[in-house]
């Protein structure tokens, strides 16, 4: 019996992720527990996106230091990234069509992905160095720190210049809406523009975030997620018309990448969805955002608990 001694271990450091609110509300029971862990959960986004705007504030107050350095950079990131889209110019200057898809509609299909990935890799791209962090033991000290470990990933050295790529997506995704020609726009259709780009956003989120959680076994498996990301978001420039039918399952039915903007988009410019699906998936992209939002915070909690440190 004592109230302590010399040498007596202290208490666990900070594991990373607050654990959930346990409480019941008056009343108690099963009910009231279900209801405590929703609680837990909703504090824990929160305390997350707060933790998350904080951090990615001070960077960017950071960047701004250097104001004229920061637009070059700006300019020359949005710059490298439109060559990505010159090279379609080059390929409708000697094609009329590309899979059967004019060039207005290639070009709303590059600038609908380009912007949700651009919108992705800013808000969540720095996830791609857990990897090495793992390696050399610095991810250690996000652990003992009071906040969201996935927060303070996602916005340590919060890039702004990133910008560039949304800004360049936007871009096209506005030019290919004015040149676009016999689409029928109603409503739902205007609408399905902004939603498309704000869950695919979500999607390659969801799969940075799966790429982040693999690399606590992998540790340097970030080329295979950027596979994924990078490459899908390379993918979905061009028609599925144009690649093999086992590809084009594989982006619908295994990773849903074709949720980004072809199941959409497809819908938008009248034509028939990829890979036999049935026209109301083009509506199932919010649905879709969501398991993999769900499914990637999933990963990532089983990833940072298997975490065992460096030792060093």
Request: proline content about 6%.
């Amino acid at each position: 019996m004592g109230s302590g001694r010399a040498g007596a271990p202290g208490p666990e450091p900070y594991a990373g992720e607050p654990e959930p609110y346990a409480g019941e509300p008056a009343g108690g029971g099963w009910a009231g527990g279900v209801l405590g862990r929703r609680r837990g959960r909703v504090a824990l986004a929160a305390e997350g996106l707060r933790a998350y705007g904080l951090i990615a504030v001070m960077w960017i107050r950071s960047t701004m230091t250097y104001r004229f350095s920061f637009a070059m950079t700006l300019l020359s990131n949005l710059t490298v990234n439109f060559f990505d889209f010159v090279v379609i110019m080059i390929m409708f200057g000697h094609v009329r069509g590309l899979g059967g898809f004019a060039f207005g509609e290639v070009a709303f299909l590059y600038g609908t992905t380009s912007t949700a990935f651009g919108l992705a890799d800013l808000a969540m791209g720095q996830t791609a160095r857990v990897g090495r962090r793992v390696r050399d033991g610095t991810l250690d000290t996000f652990l003992v720190r009071p906040a969201p470990v996935l927060a303070q990933v996602a916005a340590d050295r919060f890039a702004l210049r990133r910008l560039g790529r949304v800004a360049q997506g936007l871009l096209v995704l506005v030019w290919s809406l004015v040149v676009l020609e016999g689409v029928d726009w109603t409503p739902v259709k205007v609408l399905l523009v902004p939603l498309m780009v704000v869950t695919g956003a979500l999607i390659f989120g969801s799969l940075m975030t799966f790429g982040a959680a693999f690399q606590f076994w992998a540790q340097d498996g970030a080329e295979v997620a950027n596979s994924f990301t990078y490459g899908g978001n390379t993918l979905l420039q061009y028609p599925p018309s144009v690649f093999g039918a086992e590809l084009v399952r594989g982006v619908v039915y295994v990773v849903p990448l074709a949720f980004v903007n072809w199941v959409p988009a497809l819908y938008v410019l009248g034509r028939e969805a990829p890979a036999g699906l049935p026209p109301w998936a083009a509506f199932a992209s919010p649905l879709v955002a969501a398991v993999c939002v769900a499914l990637a915070g999933l990963a990532w909690r089983v990833g940072i608990r298997s975490y065992r440190s460096t030792g060093s």
